[in-house]
C-alpha cells in the first residue's frame, strides 16, 4: 500500500515526543511503534497499566431514524438487539460474505458510534453510503479528525482511570460505555481494548488528548506504542484485519461464527454466508505454538508431509508465554489442536503445534 | 575501547583490531536502536571462515528480522554465547557486553573499505533523510 502526501498525525503527536516515543509511518500515520521498549510496554500492560494512542483509528457517528436499518443492513450483527450503552464486536462484509473490515458498533441514546480501522475508514464510510436507501432518513458523520482516542489497558487501569472521573467505573461491565465527565471534560469510556486485559477507551474532543495523555501517564500508565499494541493482541488471539482477514476470507474461515447473527434477510451478506455455512468451510484460522528461536512471521508457509497447505497471516514472539506464536490458515482436516506441522523460515524449517486461540488469556477475578 | 576507535560497515556492523590482529565485532547503537529488543542473534561457529561483507549471521527483533554481515574477512576465533540467554545485551550495550564475534583478520587492509565514526554518523544522517 502506498500513501500520498505527508503523514497524517494524531492531536497527540506532541505528547508522542515528549514521551520519548519513536515515530514510523503507519497506514499513512505518523504514530509511535515504542517507547521504552515493545517487551517493557508489553509486560507492563499484562501486569498494571498501559496507555495507546488509538486515534488513528476512524471514528464515526450514525443518527436519524433509518440508522439502525442501515447499520442491520452492513453489520454481521443485530444492532436491534443491542441495548444502549452496550458495545458489540462485528465484522462487515461484502455481499460475497469477504470481510471488508472488524468494527465495535456503540449504541448511544441518540445515535451509534462505529469504530473502523484506520486504513478502511474510507472504505468502510463508502459502503454505509452505498448501502443507504434512497430517501433513507441517516446522517453520517466522521467525527475521527475532531477527537482523540486513547486506550488505557491492563489490570491497575480500572484504579488509575477511577482517580479522575467520579462516575464509579467498577460497575461498568466489559463492553459497555458511558458518557461521563473525567479530567475535568466531557468524555466517553468505554470498557472495551485491543489487548486481551481488562481496561478502557476514551474518546474526547481532540483538544482534551495532550491533557489526558499527560494526566494517566502521571498517573502510573505506561505510555506503549503499536508495537506492543500487536503482540499483545496477537497473543490475545485477536485478528488484524489486513493481515488476518481481508475480502478473501470469510467470518467462519476467520473463526468469527460467534460475531454473526444468522438469518436476518436485510443483512447484504447474509445470502452468501448462509451458503457457505451449509456448504462448510475448507480451511480455518488456527494458532501455532513454534519450536526454535527463529521468528516465523507473515507470509511464512505451513507444511504437512512435504506439501505447502497454508501461510502464517500474524506470527511473532510471545513474551508472555516465552515462545514464537504465529495464527495461521490451514485446512480444517489438519486445525485439530495438538496437530504437528512444518514451518518453513526463510529456508529454515521448523515444526509447530496447532492450539486453541487465544494463547493467552486472563485470569479474571 | 570506545564507538569512536571502531571501524562501520554500511550493514551497520562495528569492528574494533586488537593489538594481536583480532577484530571485535558488533552491531552499531542506531542498528540497534532501529531493531528494537533483540530477542534472538543466530551467529556463526568458532573456526568459520567469514569474507569481508560476506554473511555473518542473522537477528530477530519483536518487530523485525535482519541479516547480520562481517565488516571484515578472517577465522572465528570467539562468539559473545552469552547472547544466547540474554540478547537484549545488543540493545543494552551494543559496543560491550553485546559484541558477537572475534574474527582474526586475513588482511588488515579491509579495514579501509569500512568508515570511521564520524563518517558513519553522517551516513546515518544521510540515510534517514531518504
Not at chain 2, 84 to 93: K, Q, R
Request: aromatic share 8%; hydrophobic share 40%.
Amino acid at each position: 500500500m502506498s500513501f500520498e502526501g505527508p503523514l497524517k498525525r494524531t492531536s497527540l503527536f506532541e505528547s508522542h515526543l515528549d514521551s520519548g516515543g519513536r515515530l514510523i509511518d503507519f497506514a499513512g500515520w505518523e504514530m509511535p511503534v515504542q517507547y521504552s521498549g515493545i517487551l517493557g510496554e508489553v509486560s507492563k500492560v499484562r501486569q498494571s497499566s498501559g496507555i495507546f494512542d488509538v486515534s488513528h483509528m476512524g471514528r464515526l457517528e450514525l443518527s436519524g431514524r433509518d440508522a439502525e436499518l442501515l447499520l442491520n443492513r452492513v453489520l454481521s450483527v443485530d444492532i436491534s438487539a443491542v441495548d444502549v450503552g452496550k458495545a458489540k464486536y462485528n465484522v462487515i462484509c461484502d455481499d460475497q460474505g469477504g470481510i471488508i473490515d472488524d468494527c465495535i458498533v456503540y449504541r448511544k441514546c441518540d445515535r451509534f458510534l462505529l469504530i473502523p480501522n484506520a486504513s478502511n475508514r474510507e472504505t468502510v464510510l463508502d459502503w454505509l453510503f452505498g448501502n443507504m436507501r434512497d430517501g433513507a432518513d441517516v446522517e453520517i458523520s466522521d467525527i475521527s479528525d475532531s477527537t482523540v482516542m486513547i486506550a488505557v489497558q491492563g489490570p491497575l487501569s480500572v484504579d488509575i482511570l477511577s482517580k479522575h472521573t467520579t462516575t464509579d467505573l467498577t460497575r461498568l461491565r466489559p463492553f459497555s460505555a458511558v458518557d461521563a465527565e473525567a479530567f475535568g471534560v466531557e468524555v466517553f469510556i468505554a470498557r472495551t481494548g485491543y489487548t486481551g486485559e481488562d481496561g478502557f477507551e476514551i474518546i474526547a474532543s481532540s483538544s482534551y488528548g495532550p491533557l489526558i495523555w499527560k494526566t494517566l501517564e502521571n498517573s502510573g500508565a505506561s505510555p506503549c506504542g503499536l508495537g506492543a499494541r500487536d503482540v499483545l493482541r496477537l497473543e490475545a488471539g485477536l485478528l488484524l484485519h489486513g493481515s488476518d482477514m481481508d475480502l478473501s476470507v470469510n467470518p467462519y474461515e476467520a473463526g468469527l461464527d460467534n460475531f454473526v447473527s444468522n438469518d436476518r434477510p436485510e443483512y447484504v451478506a447474509g445470502e452468501s454466508l448462509a451458503l457457505i455455512r451449509q456448504e462448510g468451510i475448507a480451511r480455518r484460522i488456527v494458532g501455532l505454538l513454534i519450536d526454535g528461536r527463529s521468528v516465523a512471521r507473515h507470509g511464512c508457509f505451513i507444511l504437512h508431509e512435504g506439501e505447502k497447505i497454508g501461510e502464517i497471516s500474524s506470527g511473532g514472539p510471545s513474551p508472555t508465554l516465552k515462545q514464537n506464536i504465529a495464527m495461521a490458515y490451514i485446512p480444517v482436516a489438519l486445525s485439530e489442536p495438538g496437530t504437528k506441522l512444518g514451518v518453513d523460515i526463510r529456508g529454515k524449517m521448523t515444526q509447530a503445534k496447532v492450539v486453541e486461540l487465544p494463547f493467552y488469556k486472563r485470569v479474571r477475578l | 575501547m570506545t564507538p569512536d576507535q571502531c571501524k562501520y560497515s554500511s550493514e551497520h556492523e562495528w569492528v574494533y583490531l586488537d593489538d594481536d590482529g583480532v577484530g571485535l565485532v558488533g552491531i552499531s547503537q542506531h542498528a540497534a536502536d532501529s531493531l528494537g529488543d533483540v530477542v534472538f542473534v543466530d551467529l556463526p561457529i568458532v573456526g568459520d571462515s567469514m569474507t569481508q561483507f560476506g554473511k555473518m549471521g542473522e537477528i530477530e527483533s519483536v518487530k523485525a528480522f535482519s541479516e547480520l554481515f562481517s565488516p571484515v574477512g578472517g577465522e572465528v576465533v570467539e562468539v559473545n554465547n552469552i547472547l544466547n540467554d540474554a540478547p537484549d545485551l545488543v540493545n543494552e550495550s551494543p559496543y560491550e557486553k553485546g559484541w558477537m564475534i572475534k574474527i582474526k583478520l586475513n588482511d588488515a587492509s579491509e579495514l579501509d573499505n569500512l568508515m570511521t565514526m564520524s563518517e558513519y554518523d553522517n551516513f546515518v544522517i544521510q540515510s534517514e533523510g531518504n
